[in-house]
């Protein structure tokens, strides 16, 4: 992948106000992937969404970069949760029509 379609990880940490050391902790963890190209470090694209949500639980609830993997865990099984309610609420609406 050519770099300029990555996001280097020190501009990011610079207007998200973190240090680098935070997300080399996530990609240590295995929550974010970033890539190495010619000594530079960067974060695809495709990962931002992920490493902007994992920062916000940081600053905003102020949860330890060490229990971070915890709660995304927790997170993703509770979106898991609600698309498969989802599902069954139209299905059930399905059966009742008839």
Do not use: W
């Not at 295995?30 to 940081?58: A, F, M, N, S, W």
């Amino acid at each position: 992948m050519q770099p300029n379609h990555l996001i280097p990880i020190s501009e990011f940490c610079v207007h998200h106000h973190v240090e680098i050391a935070f997300v080399n902790s996530l990609e240590q963890q295995g929550l974010v992937e970033t890539i190495c190209v010619e000594q530079l470090v960067y974060v695809q694209p495709d990962q931002l969404p992920r490493l902007e949500k994992l920062v916000r639980l940081h600053q905003d609830l102020a949860i330890h970069p060490d229990d971070l993997d915890v709660v995304s865990d927790l997170l993703e099984r509770l979106e898991g949760l609600q698309d498969e309610l989802t599902q069954l609420q139209n299905r059930l609406v399905f059966y009742e029509r008839e």
